[in-house]
């Protein structure tokens, strides 16, 4: 079955940077564009960020030029570099892939963005 796993998350201050990582399993990685939504408390889950298989970016106007998605098809990993982060940023983040119709996410990883 697919299988995502989200890692990385954390406290840090503002201005700071983050990695968060996902591992995928149970799919067939390469040909899958990957996202990352985010939600914070009382929020909806919003969408961060998306790559295709091939590799071509999409980015959420609130993130662009501070967030950079990437991937590892040898690795089945999917990653997002968070840099210049501020407090608006914290919120839970999720990864996700459609795959046959349906959308499969992981559990997340908390980010928390605060000095």
């Known amino acids: 079955q697919v299988q995502l796993v989200e890692s990385g998350g954390g406290l840090v201050q503002p201005g700071g940077s983050l990695r968060l990582s996902c591992a995928a399993s149970?799919?067939?990685?390469?040909?899958?564009?990957m996202g990352w939504y985010r939600q914070a408390p009382g929020n909806q889950r919003e969408w961060v960020a998306i790559?295709?298989?091939?590799?071509?970016?999409n980015y959420a106007d609130s993130v662009k030029g501070r967030f950079t998605i990437s991937r590892d098809n040898a690795k089945s990993m999917v990653y997002l570099q968070m840099n210049s982060l501020k407090p608006e940023d914290t919120a839970v983040y999720y990864c996700?892939?459609?795959?046959?119709?349906?959308?499969?996410w992981g559990q997340g990883t908390q980010v928390t963005v605060s000095s």
């Open positions: 149970g799919i067939a990685f390469s040909i899958y564009a």
């Open positions: 996700n892939v459609h795959v046959g119709g349906n959308t499969y």
């Open positions: 790559i295709t298989g091939s590799g071509r970016t």
